[in-house]
């Protein structure tokens, strides 16, 4: 298990502890936005320029901008793109309304195609909390409000929800998408299948996001050289939290990736913020180790490792560093797979 200080802390690549100040009043909050499209990089870069392009009138409080991309992962084998943006508890809402609706229109789900599950064009919105003086409750009521205005706003849309915005039952991730069928999400389903919570019947052009409010997440996909996705179940069933011998915050699938097996795993914090701002969660090392031990009794080797977007205190640091010099694209200088 990692702990780290987010707040007050970080080590740099060199293992040097360096101090981080920030003001009370800084209240932070970011969207891993997950979108139905990692092949057309001009129609997910104008996803990603729509999330940062509007004005505000909210104070700022020492931020030059209100709010920033800081990276994009796009997949080509999935056709899928994660978009990961910061911005202040007052300015999220509007940056990531702005953000789906571009894609909304970009992205028609009917000419989808990928080896990822899928059920909305705008496939998932999950609202996480950067700073220690931002509720998940509070994150909650972003998410129900953007998932309200998003189907009252572009007709045909349909959203559910999970985490803290799914009231009372503040059911997770994985148990919502078994309900509303996400794993059976592919080109051509019987959308007649698909739960939903706001908005109309899910439809084939846009099918049905996801919207919801949970701790952090950072995502590590570990893959394997071989071809044998059974094996590829049978490692990813053996790491999840949910087993007795799982990594803690743990939920992972395995794919076909590439000509190899891919275990993709999002990473949840195992507790919300403390309040001295404390996360603690599984490390992609720790990830690595165990895939690359349980692999290892087939005489299979690892391929390789990615993390997707950033752990939570790299996107903490990231973000306060983009906001306050008004960095609006700071994915421009950050990784960009595609």
Same mark, same amino acid.
């Given at each position: 298990?990692?702990r780290?200080?987010?707040?007050?802390?970080?080590?740099?690549?060199?293992g040097v502890?360096i101090?981080?100040?920030?003001?009370?009043?800084?209240?932070l909050?970011?969207?891993l936005?997950n979108?139905?499209?990692?092949r057309?990089?001009?129609?997910?870069?104008?996803?990603a320029?729509?999330?940062?392009?509007?004005?505000?009138?909210s104070k700022?409080?020492?931020l030059?901008?209100?709010?920033t991309?800081?990276?994009?992962f796009s997949?080509?084998?999935?056709?899928?793109s994660?978009?990961?943006i910061?911005a202040s508890v007052d300015?999220?809402e509007?940056?990531v309304f702005?953000?789906c609706?571009v894609?909304?229109?970009e992205?028609?789900?009917e000419r989808?195609?990928g080896?990822h599950?899928?059920?909305?064009?705008?496939?998932l919105?999950?609202?996480?909390t950067?700073?220690?003086s931002v509720?998940?409750e509070?994150c909650? *009521? +972003? !998410?129900? &409000?953007l998932g309200n205005?998003?189907?009252?706003?572009?007709? /045909?849309t349909?959203?559910f929800? %999970?985490? @803290?915005?799914?009231?009372?039952?503040l059911r997770?991730?994985?148990?919502r998408?078994?309900a509303?069928?996400?794993?059976?999400?592919k080109?051509?389903?019987?959308?007649?299948?698909?739960?939903?919570?706001?908005?109309?019947p899910?439809?084939?052009?846009?099918g049905c996001?996801?919207i919801?409010a949970?701790?952090?997440v950072?995502?590590?996909n570990v893959t394997i050289?071989?071809?044998?996705?059974?094996f590829?179940? *049978? +490692? !990813?069933k &053996?790491i999840?939290?949910?087993?007795?011998?799982?990594l803690a /915050?743990?939920q992972?699938?395995? %794919?076909? @990736?590439e000509?190899?097996?891919?275990?993709?795993?999002?990473?949840?914090?195992?507790?919300?913020?403390?309040s001295?701002g404390?996360f603690q969660y599984?490390?992609s090392e720790?990830?690595?180790?165990?895939v690359k031990?349980l692999?290892?009794l087939r005489?299979i080797?690892?391929y390789?490792t990615?993390?997707?977007?950033?752990?939570?205190?790299?996107a903490?640091?990231?973000?306060?560093?983009?906001?306050s010099e008004?960095?609006?694209?700071?994915?421009k200088h950050s990784?960009y797979?595609?």
């Amino acid at each position: 298990m990692f702990r780290v200080a987010l707040w007050t802390s970080h080590q740099d690549l060199h293992g040097v502890l360096i101090t981080m100040a920030y003001p009370p009043s800084l209240r932070l909050v970011a969207c891993l936005l997950n979108i139905s499209e990692g092949r057309n990089r001009t129609i997910v870069e104008s996803i990603a320029n729509a999330a940062v392009n509007f004005s505000s009138t909210s104070k700022r409080n020492y931020l030059e901008c209100h709010s920033t991309v800081l990276n994009i992962f796009s997949d080509y084998d999935y056709n899928r793109s994660v978009i990961t943006i910061a911005a202040s508890v007052d300015d999220i809402e509007e940056s990531v309304f702005r953000a789906c609706e571009v894609a909304y229109k970009e992205i028609d789900l009917e000419r989808h195609a990928g080896g990822h599950p899928r059920l909305g064009s705008v496939d998932l919105v999950p609202i996480h909390t950067i700073t220690s003086s931002v509720s998940l409750e509070e994150c909650g *009521e +972003i !998410a129900i &409000s953007l998932g309200n205005r998003l189907v009252n706003s572009i007709k /045909g849309t349909s959203v559910f929800l %999970f985490g @803290h915005a799914d009231r009372p039952l503040l059911r997770g991730l994985v148990q919502r998408r078994k309900a509303v069928n996400w794993y059976n999400g592919k080109n051509g389903m019987d959308f007649s299948q698909v739960g939903w919570d706001l908005g109309p019947p899910p439809s084939p052009r846009y099918g049905c996001t996801g919207i919801g409010a949970i701790p952090y997440v950072t995502n590590c996909n570990v893959t394997i050289d071989c071809q044998d996705l059974v094996f590829g179940k *049978e +490692i !990813a069933k &053996s790491i999840r939290s949910s087993t007795s011998s799982g990594l803690a /915050g743990v939920q992972s699938m395995a %794919f076909e @990736h590439e000509g190899r097996i891919e275990i993709a795993c999002n990473v949840e914090a195992s507790a919300e913020l403390s309040s001295d701002g404390n996360f603690q969660y599984t490390s992609s090392e720790e990830i690595e180790s165990r895939v690359k031990e349980l692999a290892a009794l087939r005489d299979i080797k690892l391929y390789g490792t990615k993390l997707v977007g950033f752990t939570p205190d790299e996107a903490y640091r990231r973000a306060v560093k983009a906001l306050s010099e008004g960095n609006a694209t700071a994915w421009k200088h950050s990784e960009y797979r595609m």
